[in-house]
């Protein structure tokens, strides 16, 4: 059950920022919501029905409060061939059985799995996104493009001007917010010649509401919908989680990646049941709101039931909210996102680090596939950690009277074992070759079945060359592992050596 403090520190212990951030949030969502609809390739209202039921949703649901989650292009790209192919109806069955996988996920922890996620990745994941953010603001800054001329540089840059100075002078009114005021205003009664919202697409008219997916209850649906489903929801999951992480760093404080996931899940069924597309956390609007001063649930509530509003009561005049005004926004985000210091940290920090943030940043911006970038780098980090434990291993021989001692120390396992049999070569190879073979490993580790097998090859050729080899200093876990596997020894639980 909620205690009484808990919900006084998620919900109202920040109303009144919540409130404008939330609403600087919703809109900015709405011409993100049309583009990510025209992505996918479904009316507009898809988008903006599934950031409004996705946001309110998941500020009860989700684990990370003041984080933002809406339709977003990761989830939207997935499903274009299916929207393509068989309709929008089928769009919105995978996206509840989407939210299902999720909640399987969320049983199974498989939010752990960000453990494996390292820094040097989430760095290259958040410069990517800052890359990717700034990228797709330049459509509405080309010069040949249709409403676009000097009036909407002129627009941008005032509109950063108050972004950046406005905070400056106060904080009572998020500075985002009022560039858009202002601008909406200026646009009103000039008349100005710039994009507006309306030109993005047309608005939905009334409210959302509840509906199943039109489509037959069968196994070959099911076979249809489930490889797009699982899709969805890893990226939807990765991105989230991974937003998450960020949204910690920056507020300073800690969330629930289990309850995340199954919040994540929750909320898209429900956009689904009322006819929106799947979606997840979103880094730039997160960022907006955590920068406007939102921190709590009620931000994240907020930005969904404002977008609502906005779209049910007030669509006229949300449509003439020009797009410099938010481009500038989007563009605040971008320099706000990326990681700056990461550029001199180039050359400080360890060189596979720095390949591995390289990496990340080219491959989701290559191929605006956050999934595949966040796999590369994962991938690199443990080649890269695996090598490090690797080569952290060391064999020493010592002579004295008849008896060799072999002193192993460091990790042995399947990516060292080589180096471990040559290190343990043939006594009989040796220039002064002993008949008593000492196999000291009190400062190494055994990890896994190659390791002990590697040990049981040693102690066998040392005895076929008529050598007597004893292991000693074998550490309790190393111990049942060669008890258990080994067939040339067993460890003796007792005493730590072998052979008995």
Same mark, same amino acid.
């Given at each position: ?11 109202? @212990? ?60 990761? #989830? ?6 299916? #929207? ?117 697409? $047309? ?53 629930? $990646? ?75 985000? @971008? ?19 720095? #390949? ?52 192993? $120390? ?39 079945? @190659? ?50």
């Amino acid at each position: 059950m909620l205690d009484r403090s808990t919900l006084h520190r998620d919900w109202f @212990s920040n109303i009144r920022a919540d409130l404008l951030a939330g609403l600087v949030v919703a809109l900015a969502l709405i011409p993100e919501a049309i583009g990510f609809s025209i992505i996918a390739g479904v009316d507009p209202r898809v988008g903006l029905y599934a950031s409004v039921a996705i946001a309110m949703v998941i500020a009860f649901t989700g684990g990370r409060p003041g984080m933002i989650s809406a339709a977003t292009a990761a #989830v939207a790209v997935v499903v274009v061939p299916l #929207v393509r192919d068989y309709g929008v109806d089928y769009l919105f069955a995978a996206t509840i059985l989407m939210g299902v996988f999720q909640g399987i996920a969320a049983l199974l922890r498989l939010d752990l799995l960000m453990q494996f996620v390292s820094r040097s990745v989430i760095t290259g994941f958040v410069n990517a996104l800052a890359i990717l953010i700034f990228m797709a603001q330049l459509p509405q800054l080309d010069p040949t493009a249709a409403g676009i001329g000097w009036t909407t540089y002129a627009m941008v840059a005032a509109a950063l001007a108050m972004i950046y100075l406005i905070p400056r002078l106060t904080s009572a009114v998020p500075s985002p917010l009022i560039a858009i005021v202002v601008l909406t205003a200026l646009t009103i009664w000039l008349d100005a010649p710039v994009n507006t919202v309306a030109d993005m697409g $047309k608005l939905p008219e009334g409210l959302p509401y509840f509906a199943l997916p039109n489509v037959p209850l069968t196994w070959d649906t099911l076979l249809i919908i489930a490889p797009y489903s699982a899709t969805m929801a890893a990226v939807g999951l990765l991105e989230s989680l991974l937003t998450a992480q960020i949204v910690d760093d920056m507020t300073h404080t800690g969330s629930n $990646k289990r309850r995340e996931s199954a919040g994540q899940g929750a909320a898209n069924v429900v956009a689904a049941l009322f006819g929106g597309m799947g979606g997840c956390a979103m880094i730039g609007q997160s960022v907006i709101n955590v920068t406007s001063g939102g921190r709590g649930r009620l931000s994240t509530f907020t930005a969904g039931a404002a977008l609502l509003i906005l779209l049910a009561l007030l669509g006229d005049l949300v449509g003439q909210v020009p797009m410099p005004a938010l481009v500038a926004i989007m563009i605040m985000v @971008s320099i706000g996102t990326f990681s700056w210091n990461s550029i001199p940290n180039i050359a400080k920090h360890p060189w596979q680090s720095s #390949v591995v943030m390289l990496t990340t940043v080219v491959v989701v911006v290559a191929t605006h596939n956050l999934a595949l970038g966040v796999l590369a780098g994962v991938i690199l980090s443990g080649v890269f950690f695996t090598h490090k434990v690797m080569t952290m291993f060391e064999v020493v021989r010592e002579r004295e009277g008849d008896t060799a001692t072999y002193r192993a $120390k460091g990790q042995i396992f399947y990516a060292s074992v080589e180096r471990f049999e040559a290190a343990l070569g043939p006594e009989s190879i040796q220039p002064d070759p002993a008949p008593h073979v000492i196999i000291d490993v009190r400062k190494a580790h055994f990890w896994d079945i @190659s390791a002990v097998g590697a040990l049981d090859k040693v102690v066998e050729r040392m005895r076929r060359n008529g050598r007597s080899v004893q292991v000693i200093g074998l550490n309790r876990a190393s111990a049942d592992l060669v008890d258990k596997f080994a067939l040339t020894d067993k460890t003796g639980v007792e005493s730590g050596l072998a052979p008995h």
